[in-house]
Every structure is written in C-alpha cells, then in structure tokens.
C-alpha cells in the first residue's frame, strides 16, 4: 500500500533563530510546537504523537521528549520518542509519523528539533577560537586528537579534500553554493545573513577553517525551535494553511567508508522516495538540501543525479543553484546563510515555497519540492517528497 | 585521553589499543588483523566488520603508505596546537590496506599532496606514548 499523499504537514512553527539568547532548548521546542499547532488551527489536545530531535545543548537530562511532553501538559499520547540519526533525523521523523498516521496510529504527530549552542559574547579578552561556525562543535577525542583532528569539520575536509583530488572540484566551486545561499538569504527576512551581500571575493577573503573550508563553507551555529505537525491528508485539508502533501519519503545510510566513496546516502533513499512519489528530477521544482557544509550540497546534487558524478562543480559555478537559476536550491538562504536547525531548515522552506509564502524569494509555480537530510560523515541520508498536489 | 594544560593532548592506553603503543614504543606500526578472514583493521575494533569474528591479533606493517587525503587546520581546538597553526592532519592509505589518521612532518604543510608516498617516522611523546607519523617517503 503505497503511502503516496495520503499525509500532510499541516502546522509549520518557527522562533525567532540566532542569536537569541537566555531560553533553553527546551522552551524553544515549546514554543516552537505552539507556532506550529496555531499556524494548523489545531490546539495540544489534538496532538497525540511526539517525535523530538534534540540538539546537543539539551544537556544530558535524557528523554527529551518526556520533558517537552510534560513542559507542554500533552496527555494521553500514542506515539512519542527522542531520536538522533544525525542530519537525516528531521525527514525521518516526518516519516515516522507518516508511517503511524497512514497506518491509524495517531492523528496529529508533532516533529521538532530544537537547540541553543550559542551562548552571548563574552568580554574581548576572554574571547578565543570558535565562533561561527560548526567549528564550535569540537568532538576531537583519542588518537585523532593527538595528531590534531578535532570535529566534524576536519573530517569532511578530508573527504571534500579528496573530492577534489579525484574529480578536480575546487574552492571556486564551493564557493559559488556558498554565494548563491547568501543571495538567496538576503532575500529572507527571518535569515541570520540577511541583508549581508557576499561576493566570491569575500568567499575567499573568509578566513580558513580547516583547509579545503573556509569559514563559509561552515553551517551557522543557531539558537532557536523549529517544528512542524503531520496529519493525514483529509484532515489538512479541512485546516487552516495549504496541505503540503508528502508524496514519497525514503532512508539510505550506505556505511561505507565516506572518503573513499565521495558518496552519501541519497542514492539509495532517492530510489524509494521517487519511486513512492512517482516523480522524476525533472519534476523538481525547489531542492532544498541539507548544508552542513558547501560541500554536502555539492555531493548531494551529484547523488540525485541532478549532474553526474563528480561533475557538481561545473554544474553549481554558472549559479545555476542561485535566485534565477535553473535550479532553485535551498532558497531560504540554508543551513549556511538562514539558520541551522540540524535538516529542520530544509523542511521549513519546502513548506514556506510550497506554501507560496516566500514573499522576495518565492520560487515561481514551485509545486514538487525535494527536501534531503544527510548525517554523521555522509553516512545517514532521509529524502522527502512534498508537493502542493496529490 | 588527558589534556595537559600546556601541551597537546596524550591519548589513552585502552585496554584494545594497548598492543598498537607497545609497538610504537618498539618504532614498529602495527594494526589488528582478524584471525577469522585474515582483513586488516584500524583503529582497534572488538569484531572484524567483514567476518564479524571477535578473535584478532596485532601485526606489524611496513609503515610505507600514500597520502589519501588531508587538511589543514587553521582553527585552534585545543590549546596545545595553538602555537602550530597552520597544520595539516594526513589521511594516510598505508600499504597493507588500512587508512589510518596521522601527522605529516619534514615538510611544509601547503606542500602535502594527494597521491605523496609517505613511510612512518615515530615521536616519543613520553615513556608509555611514541606516536606513529609520517614522512615523505
């Protein structure tokens, strides 16, 4: 039984995102649910499932989704779990709670990430490394740690270091996903880059990361909720906002070793989300792809096959990705120039385009929208398929 | 793993990563190979993830290699590089098969390339930890 259509995201909540501080993560889900259940015209006592993705600031209180369960006084839930699949979580938990909708399960299933890293500056003197980027995220431990390999950072610089030796991708490549995130930003007012034009030149003016990245390859460090609710199709209809129809959804997490592959796992959770979907790549309309890194982006239009392998520089240096472009991609401004809500991001502007609520940035006629997380080191991958029609 | 507060961090001696140091006191590379299919693994792993057999021993290898990949880091993490920046990480493909994280010294970090034949050179770090790196070849 194919579950093509038969639900929706009916509720889209988003706080404020950045630097906003003084609120836990906690609050942030909270609140970010209560945006999402205003904007449905549903209220809690509708919502009977509960999937929470918590950002690594929630601490180490465990059962995140017991504390938002209690701090929101939800009762009587059919459905509720904390999950972590790195960037791929957010379009799995759509998935999990399509599957418990479709299936009878629940009725309204609440999905949320939440986080808040970013702590307010301290004096200059006190001030040192980090900041703004992923980098602030050091999970350097062992023997890698002695040779100096701290963070994600450092290990996708491997593998986007040996993309270039093998297919001949370069900076000049990155740096065009970087200026045409920025351009699409400055057209969003909610982006933590708007109304802050980037050049190619400035890309390469950035500082280095880590050696192939400089800092605006980097995702953004991001305070903030973010949250949608996902209903059966009938029901969303009879709601507030447009339904956003998921059409097709898949998984892949291929395991392989990363840096020998340069490949993630959208391959495989491509071949089940069209195949549900009954779409092809030139039924896209928007792409709204997961950004940890210029680079992610750059592999994962080689890996839906929007260009062929290897060939995704070539294919994002005219800005083809950019405003006006053949391909509109990540048209908020991303997870590199808007916000990082660890995959939620891409969700939210799938739903905003879909939605026809892009305002400056708006996609004309976007009517089918892909939407990829991708997690660990290109070792998770989730794919949705939304669509303003079923 | 310790941070001292002055220098780099010193990693741990696990209990499954203990023979790996003991060679490396010795200046011999060594890697885990699984007695089961005979694969070649590291770092240390409690199964072989081509046999799933739990039963290993530790070799030595050449200590002869290409470079896979590298970066260079120009962030400072951890205090004890901070006098070091801008340094290079190598991703080491050593002959006998396994790849293995390491440093690069004997050269300029922006000389590093892809493909470069590297053969492993060994630091004293202190009494317990020598550190495998590596060097043109």
């Not at chain 1, 702590?119 to 350097?140: H, I, V």
Request: a neutral charge.
């Amino acid at each position: 039984m194919s579950l093509r259509g038969r639900t929706a995201i009916a509720g889209l909540g988003i706080t404020e995102q950045g630097k906003v501080y003084g609120r836990t993560p906690l609050a942030f889900a909270a609140e970010a649910v209560r945006l999402a259940l205003d904007d449905a015209g549903l209220t809690r006592a509708d919502v009977d499932g509960l999937l929470v993705n918590p950002g690594l600031s929630w601490g180490d209180l465990g059962m995140a989704s017991f504390q938002l369960q209690q701090a929101m006084g939800l009762r009587d839930l059919r459905l509720t779990s904390s999950m972590n699949s790195g960037g791929a979580t957010a379009a799995s938990m759509i998935q999990y709670a399509a599957l418990a909708i479709a299936s009878g399960q629940c009725r309204a299933v609440a999905c949320v990430f939440s986080d808040a890293p970013l702590k307010p500056p301290r004096p200059a003197g006190e001030a040192k490394g980090g900041g703004g980027s992923a980098g602030a995220y050091a999970f350097g431990r062992g023997l890698d740690a002695a040779y100096g390999q701290f963070g994600v950072n450092a290990m996708y610089a491997m593998v986007a270091q040996r993309h270039m030796h093998r297919y001949g991708t370069t900076n000049e490549h990155l740096g065009a996903i970087a200026v045409a995130e920025r351009q699409w930003a400055n057209r969003n007012p909610a982006a933590q880059f708007h109304d802050t034009p980037m050049t190619l030149a400035d890309y390469h003016r950035s500082r280095w990361v880590v050696e192939p990245f400089h800092l605006f390859d980097c995702c953004l460090v991001s305070n903030g909720g973010l949250a949608v609710i996902v209903t059966s199709a009938e029901r969303a209809r009879d709601l507030r906002r447009p339904p956003v129809y998921l059409l097709g959804m898949g998984q892949g997490h291929p395991g392989g070793d990363p840096v020998e592959t340069l490949t993630s796992g959208a391959p495989l959770a491509k071949e089940a989300a069209f195949a549900m979907a009954g779409v092809a790549l030139a039924d896209i309309d928007v792409a709204e792809l997961y950004d940890c890194y210029t680079f992610t982006v750059l592999v994962t239009l080689e890996d839906y096959g929007f260009c062929a392998k290897g060939e995704g520089g070539p294919f994002v240096a005219g800005g083809g990705i950019a405003p006006g472009g053949a391909l509109p991609v990540n048209t908020g401004g991303g997870q590199l120039s808007a916000f990082y809500m660890w995959g939620m991001t891409p969700i939210s502007e799938a739903v905003i385009q879909l939605r026809g609520d892009g305002g400056a940035r708006q996609v004309a006629d976007a009517r089918v929208a892909l939407v990829s997380g991708n997690g660990g080191i290109l070792s998770t991958h989730a794919t949705l398929v939304l669509a303003t029609q079923c | 793993m310790s941070t001292p507060a002055a220098g780099k961090p010193i990693p741990a001696i696990t209990p499954e990563m203990r023979p790996f140091f003991e060679g490396a006191r010795r200046h011999e590379l060594r890697v885990q190979r699984c007695r089961g299919c005979g694969a070649l693994r590291f770092p240390a792993r409690a199964l072989c993830s081509a046999c799933l057999s739990t039963d290993s021993e530790w070799i030595a290898v050449s200590g002869r290699g290409e470079i896979y990949s590298f970066n260079v880091m120009h962030q400072v993490y951890h205090p004890g590089f901070a006098a070091e920046v801008p340094y290079t990480v190598v991703l080491v493909q050593l002959a006998e098969g396994p790849r293995m994280i390491s440093n690069l010294v004997g050269i300029d970090a922006h000389a590093v390339r892809v493909g470069m034949p590297v053969r492993v050179v060994f630091e004293t770090l202190s009494d317990e930890v020598t550190l495998p790196k590596f060097t043109p070849a």
